[in-house]
Structure formats: structure tokens, C-alpha cells
């Protein structure tokens, strides 16, 4: 059985909704590559079209469009998705996943291309809680 969370951006507002997709719903998406527009109607949001950006696997690989197939590899790094260099020249070789979305994928990132009637803001309501609590800090006083 296939769960994958899709993590969907919206350009205009900046915001990210998660959508949880069961097996139906991830049949949207899995098969297809980064950088692929897809459907987001299955996902339950009708007449939007998203542009399938990244991902990453239960161990958290990531997914690299530069990378054909399905599987995971370790490639040589020397600069980005994946790795980070801290040194000018640094390399390294990592693990990395290729750019098609397979069930293996826990996570996939995309970003919002065509709009719907209803916004995004409509479909996915605020949960109350959610609100961002004021942090109280206490101050050690010495003596």
C-alpha cells in the first residue's frame, strides 16, 4: 500500500499545505518524474495543476533531477541537491535517489502551476491550536 505525503507550495501566498495521498491518490503521482505537471484533481484539489519540484524516501535520500531511473545511487557530489559543500573544491560521494517517483517515496514536493475555483486557502481549512503560542520566557535572577 502506497502513502505519500505531497507537500504542495503555493507561489502567490508562500504558504505549504500537506496532502496525505493513499493508495488512489498517490496512483496521481507515482510513475512520474521531477519537473512533470500533473493532475492535482485525485489529490482532492480540483482543477489545480502542480509541477512535481523534489522528494525523498523514508530515510530521507533525497531526489535529484539529474538522475534518471528509479533507484538510489551514490554519485560523486560537489554541489546541489543532496550536498552542501562548507570547503571551495569540496566533494563527496552520497547517496541519492533517482528523479522518478517510485512507492518508496515517503515525501513529495511540488508547486502550484494552474489554479481552481477555490483557493487553497478554502480547501485546506485552518485547524484551531494551530496558532502560533506566544512564548513565555523566565529569566533566572541571581541572588
Request: hydrophobic letters at 35%; proline letters at 5%; charged letters at 30%.
Amino acid at each position: 500500500m502506497v502513502e505519500l505525503k505531497v507537500v504542495v507550495s503555493d507561489p502567490k501566498t508562500g504558504r505549504a499545505y500537506n496532502v496525505d495521498a493513499s493508495t488512489g491518490a498517490a496512483g496521481a503521482v507515482v510513475g512520474k518524474k521531477i519537473g512533470d505537471e500533473v493532475d492535482a484533481g485525485p489529490l482532492g484539489l480540483a482543477g489545480y495543476k502542480i509541477l512535481i519540484t523534489g522528494g525523498s524516501d523514508q530515510t530521507g535520500t533525497p531526489a535529484r533531477k539529474s538522475l534518471p531511473g528509479a533507484g538510489r545511487r551514490k554519485l560523486l557530489l560537489a554541489e546541489g541537491v543532496g550536498f552542501h559543500p562548507v570547503m571551495e573544491g569540496e566533494r563527496k560521494r552520497k547517496m541519492i535517489r533517482a528523479h522518478q517517483i517510485t512507492p518508496e517515496f515517503v515525501q513529495v514536493n511540488a508547486r502550484v502551476t494552474a489554479y481552481g475555483e477555490k483557493t487553497l486557502d478554502e480547501l485546506f481549512p485552518k485547524v484551531e491550536g494551530a496558532e502560533k503560542k506566544e512564548k513565555t520566557k523566565e529569566r533566572k535572577v541571581r541572588k
